[in-house]
């Protein structure tokens, strides 16, 4: 055998050891060994390995399946600009814990220093997105490195799942020639031991019983607690924090509400119309809460920054990272969990947040009852309702991340993700592939069509790759419409607005979605919508046609709607 095949297998036998059982691959030469020693892997029904052309899409993906399933999966690719291309990903799994282990093959030393095809430096390629980094040694014909190499993917294992916070490792893996095995090796080591019946110069077996080279501490396993004093609190939750946050609100009867709207959110003291009260300057002043309860890293909501940054709210944060946001530099406490509060919650606050809601979440559907069809938000409030039971949602960046927030829709049966480490709107559709792989029951994703375009390579799917049944629905506005909401979009700014933050592009999602070969259809009014919905075997694409000219002006009367009812 020859030593970047014994290298490789053993790379992977040892990343199964660690859990590691889906992986996304790339194809290239340089990481050959890795592919062939994947490939026999997935054969002996070890892993399941995902394999896609376009390195930028394959990172999102890895993302969404580690994202939903909560474990690492591996990545992997040859060497160059195929490694530069999965930054995007790397920098998102950094920022919103997702555990990633990216293997990126590349040439010997000596190769690099010869101005070899196909090098960059990718020494600490990802910076300090990455929690852990190490090259390492190219492999030899020697005894004593079977250790270090299962020594090293622990390593990486433990950098990406069992520290302080979840989050992607960077392994690089030099290869010298032969990349592929010897004819003589006993053809892959898929079954039984790793070595496959060729002659190593040590045995190349793990420890017995499929045991881990190195016990390692899972994350979270010693988890910190911030503990709640207040009477008059509020809760806000994001992305996976929903849920448990809503247990835990209901249980001590603090107001809880999410930066998903009511996406996830249950029990008796939900308020999914929250996102809108605390933009209401007269309620917030009459409501404001001794402490805030953040499970999560809020994002989207200017409104929720605003009350996170003001000097007379106290700010507990529940997030598992060293890294924590804080607006205005004023979080008391910083921990993973949290505990019961040392006091009891006041009723009547519990009830004025009640009624206040109640009032904003009626305003806000008479409103958009009266909007014609269609419109961003029309299309978030029929999705919300019309989704099935134990739906997974993935929502875009922009417009899609705000107006499932808005439209007032309380679904605790409704499972959410949102790639909002870093909120770009990079490698959503692969996410969503990924996400929907993994998830046992019907997948949506709601997103824009900037987002759609922009990572419509996670349409191509090879023969042999799984097809998960999800829907994708896009709303077409041709362009840019969050900027509309934005500074950019008033009125004294609309010269040249079409080009610079506009940008239409007139493209036809059809034909692209026939090139790919992914079914596509057009809803043109609501009862067309709603049967779509309907959930159907594989991936496909529901486009709605939207108008984002009155954009602006709908979510001014929202937000006059909703004031007027709270005031009252």
Not at 106 to 130: F, S
Not at 449 to 471: I, K, Q, V
Not at 529 to 556: K, Q
Request: hydrophobic share 40%; glycine share 10%; with cysteine.
């Amino acid at each position: 055998m020859n030593p970047s095949t014994a290298q490789a297998r053993v790379i992977v036998d040892e990343l199964v050891r660690n859990t590691v059982s889906h992986v996304v691959l790339c194809p290239g030469s340089r990481n050959a060994p890795l592919s062939l020693a994947l490939s026999d892997a997935e054969a002996a029904g070890k892993l399941t390995l995902h394999v896609r052309i376009d390195e930028r899409g394959a990172g999102f993906l890895a993302l969404g399946i580690a994202a939903r399933t909560g474990r690492p999966v591996a990545l992997v690719c040859t060497s160059g600009t195929a490694a530069a291309n999965f930054h995007p990903a790397v920098l998102e799994a950094d920022r919103a814990g997702v555990p990633l282990i990216v293997l990126t093959a590349d040439r010997p030393p000596e190769l690099r220093a010869a101005g070899a095809n196909q090098v960059i430096d990718q020494q600490h390629l990802y910076g300090g997105a990455v929690r852990y980094f190490d090259e390492l040694a190219v492999a030899e014909r020697r005894a004593g490195q079977n250790a270090y190499w299962r020594s090293q993917i622990c390593r990486a294992w433990n950098a990406a799942y069992g520290e302080w916070r979840c989050g992607p490792v960077h392994l690089n893996v030099p290869f010298r020639e032969p990349l592929v095995p010897d004819a003589d090796d006993g053809g892959g080591g898929a079954a039984g031991g790793v070595a496959g019946g060729a002659e190593w110069y040590e045995p190349l077996d793990g420890r017995p019983r499929g045991a881990r080279w190195t016990e390692l501490p899972e994350y979270g396993a010693l988890p910190s607690f911030v503990v709640p004093s207040a009477r008059q609190g509020l809760v806000i939750a994001c992305d996976a924090g929903v849920h448990a946050a809503s247990e835990w609100a209901a249980e001590h009867g603090w107001p809880v509400l999410s930066e998903t709207g009511g996406l996830g959110l249950g029990g008796d003291t939900a308020i999914p119309g929250g996102p809108w009260l605390l933009g209401v300057e007269e309620f917030l002043a009459e409501h404001k809460p001794e402490q805030v309860l953040c499970i999560g890293r809020p994002t989207v909501f200017r409104q929720v920054q605003r009350l996170l940054s003001d000097p007379a709210v106290e700010v507990l944060l529940v997030r598992p990272d060293s890294d924590w946001p804080a607006p205005a530099h004023n979080v008391r406490q910083v921990g993973q969990w949290f505990d019961a509060p040392t006091k009891p919650s006041d009723p009547e606050w519990l009830a004025r947040w009640q009624c206040a809601d109640a009032a904003a979440v009626e305003a806000v559907r008479d409103t958009l009852g009266r909007e014609p069809w269609p419109s961003g938000l029309r299309v978030a409030q029929e999705l919300v309702h019309g989704l099935p039971r134990d739906s997974l949602l993935v929502v875009g960046s922009s417009n899609p991340a705000r107006d499932v927030a808005l439209v007032g829709g309380r679904r605790p049966d409704v499972l959410v993700h949102r790639n909002r480490g870093v909120a770009g709107i990079d490698g959503t559709v692969s996410t969503a592939i990924g996400a929907a792989c993994v998830h046992r029951g019907p997948s949506y994703a709601l997103l824009g069509d900037l987002t759609f375009l922009h990572d419509s390579n996670g349409l191509l799917l090879g023969p042999a790759e799984d097809r998960p049944d999800l829907a994708i629905i896009v709303v077409n506005d041709d362009g840019g419409g969050i900027f509309s909401l934005l500074e950019q979009g008033a009125p004294e700014h609309r010269d040249g607005f079409e080009r610079i933050f506009g940008t239409p592009h007139g493209a036809d999602l059809a034909a692209l979605c026939a090139a790919y070969g992914v079914p596509h259809r057009t809803a043109d009014d609501l009862e067309q919508f709603r049967a779509a919905l309907a959930p159907e075997p594989g991936l496909r694409v529901i486009e709605v046609r939207a108008d984002r000219s009155r954009h602006r002006d709908l979510h001014a009367a929202l937000r006059e709607a909703v004031t007027a009812a709270v005031s009252r």
